[in-house]
């Protein structure tokens, strides 16, 4: 925890956050999701001309990193922006 109070985002976690934003489709879908304000289920897709499976893909690494959270609806399963990691991750980028 910082002098104001918040959580530091500890150096393994902000370099997981730096690799999994090393690949410019997830680089599109973290500003995707921050752009529309919501979560998402299968829009992504039509967005990004990748496959389905690679998209998949994409979205567990961002999911691993804990910038998005994943929750099943039914057959799919639906993605948001972590934004209170996200702006962890920006406050402990401006610090360099």
Known sequence: MNQDGEWQLDTPAFARICKALGHPARVRIVEHL???DRCICSELVQILPLAQST?????????????ITGEV??????????????ERFKRRADAF
Do not use: F, N, W
């Open 55 to 67: 998209v998949s893909q994409h979205l567990k690494v961002l999911k691993a990193a804990g910038l």
């Open 73 to 86: 609806e039914g057959p799919r399963t639906c993605y948001c922006l972590d934004r209170q990691m996200l």
């Open 34 to 36: 921050k752009a529309i």
